[in-house]
């Protein structure tokens, strides 16, 4: 129904730019008859977009070392502003905390010695590549992985965290990341687990399998990257962490990492987006951006973690006082998004345009 909607809207809008383009063609041209323009239904659509007002139509993906972070049309970039309120949003709210608040789990400097957030590195097509052998081999793609000695560790080399390593190949687009990961004297790796992902592709994790994350998806996409805020614009969902999580995952998540089984837990992959009447006028202009982003694309829930901390990549521009300021959000400002309507194909990431 949502699909036919859309289609009866572009076919009018095109009909509509159709009679401007008669009305302004130069007088010398005359008119051709109605009956010498045959109706082509199997390419109306496609034409139509050509009318389309650009706000309507689906943006070029965000972009990172001149790759695209997905299609445009994947479930990170496209907006959930529109889409209804999740039944289940109130419970799920309250089980992670109403009245916590959101904690920007990113910035400049250091804390405990790391950097403060998940770092990445990117690499020409040419980087050696390594063995890493993985704890969670059954759920891991085995590479090898062309990760650079030096890659950069989430909370440095001696931590005892996450420690995820994200590398991203510039050259085929390839996204290669790691969890738990350790450098080996030998030059290869150890690793709790590990994914590849195509950039340019809407390809999901087999179904049930996790990734370097717990809920089956990419790290990198979801991440708060400096230079994105400077221009202005987060045009994807953002990564964020909840305490407890339910036995069970939804679109576009593939796994779960939690015994606990009732309704009121979140399961993993689920939406939730900043509420449309939340006031952002107080905030810092970089704080701004990401809370615009934060109701228009959302965020995904992705792991077992600290309630509401948000996801990003350390960097030394970060003004940690002002992130500090969404410290002054609560859960309670946020609701769950039901994004089934999105949804295209179970094994894709490939997202109806809302």
């Given at each position: 129904m949502h699909?036919k ?12 730019g159709?009679?401007?383009l008669a009305?302004?063609?130069?007088l010398?041209?005359?008119?051709v008859?109605a009956a010498?323009q045959?109706f082509a239904p199997?390419?109306?659509p496609d034409d139509?977009?050509a009318y ?5 139509r689906p ?6 070392a001149g790759?695209?972070?997905f299609?445009?049309d994947n479930v990170w970039?496209v907006p959930v ?5 999740d039944?289940?949003s ?5 089980t992670i ?10 910035g400049?400097?250091t804390?405990?010695g790391?950097p403060?957030g998940?770092p990445?590195v990117?690499?020409?097509?040419t980087q050696?590549k390594?063995?890493?052998?993985f704890e969670?081999d059954?759920?891991s793609d085995?590479?090898?992985y062309?990760?650079?000695?030096d ?15 994200l590398?991203?190949?510039?050259d085929?687009c390839?996204?290669?990341e790691?969890?738990?990961a ?7 790796w150890?690793a709790g ?6 950039l ?6 087999p179904?049930?399998?996790?990734s370097?994350?717990?809920a089956?998806?990419p790290i990198l996409?979801g991440?708060?990257?400096y230079?994105?805020v400077a221009?202005g614009?987060?045009?994807?969902a953002?990564r964020?962490?909840?305490?407890q999580?339910r036995k069970a995952?939804v679109w576009?998540a593939?796994?779960y990492?939690s ?8 399961p993993?992959g689920?939406?939730f987006?900043?509420r449309?009447?939340f006031?952002?006028?107080g905030?810092?202009?970089?704080v701004q951006?990401i809370?615009?982003?934060l ?10 973690g600290s ?10 521009r ?7 300021a ?17 949804m295209?194909d ?6 109806r345009w809302?």
């Amino acid at each position: 129904m949502h699909h036919k909607k859309t289609l009866t809207v572009i076919l009018a809008l095109a009909l509509v730019g159709t009679a401007c383009l008669a009305a302004c063609a130069p007088l010398a041209s005359p008119p051709v008859a109605a009956a010498d323009q045959p109706f082509a239904p199997a390419t109306a659509p496609d034409d139509a977009l050509a009318y389309l007002p650009l706000i309507l139509r689906p943006q070029s993906p965000p972009q990172l070392a001149g790759c695209p972070v997905f299609p445009a049309d994947n479930v990170w970039n496209v907006p959930v502003d529109a889409l209804p309120r999740d039944a289940n949003s109130d419970a799920y709210v309250t089980t992670i905390g109403a009245d916590a608040h959101v904690h920007a789990d990113f910035g400049s400097g250091t804390w405990d010695g790391g950097p403060i957030g998940i770092p990445y590195v990117d690499v020409p097509g040419t980087q050696p590549k390594v063995a890493v052998s993985f704890e969670y081999d059954d759920e891991s793609d085995p590479g090898p992985y062309p990760i650079p000695p030096d890659a950069p560790i989430e909370g440095g080399p001696e931590s005892g965290g996450d420690r995820h390593v994200l590398v991203l190949d510039r050259d085929d687009c390839l996204l290669y990341e790691l969890y738990s990961a350790y450098p080996q004297a030998s030059g290869d790796w150890e690793a709790g687990s590990g994914a590849i992902f195509d950039l340019n592709s809407n390809a999901l994790r087999p179904e049930g399998w996790t990734s370097a994350d717990a809920a089956g998806l990419p790290i990198l996409p979801g991440l708060a990257r400096y230079d994105e805020v400077a221009s202005g614009e987060i045009r994807h969902a953002l990564r964020f962490t909840a305490p407890q999580t339910r036995k069970a995952y939804v679109w576009p998540a593939r796994h779960y990492a939690s015994p606990l089984t009732g309704e009121a837990y979140p399961p993993m992959g689920q939406r939730f987006r900043l509420r449309a009447g939340f006031d952002i006028s107080g905030f810092e202009p970089e704080v701004q951006v990401i809370l615009r982003a934060l109701k228009t694309y959302g965020m995904i829930l992705a792991d077992n973690g600290s309630a509401w901390f948000i996801s990003g990549v350390p960097d030394e521009r970060w003004d940690n006082d002002a992130l500090h300021a969404l410290h002054g959000i609560k859960g309670s400002d946020f609701e769950a998004v039901d994004v089934s309507s999105l949804m295209v194909d179970r094994d894709s990431g490939q997202a109806r345009w809302p």
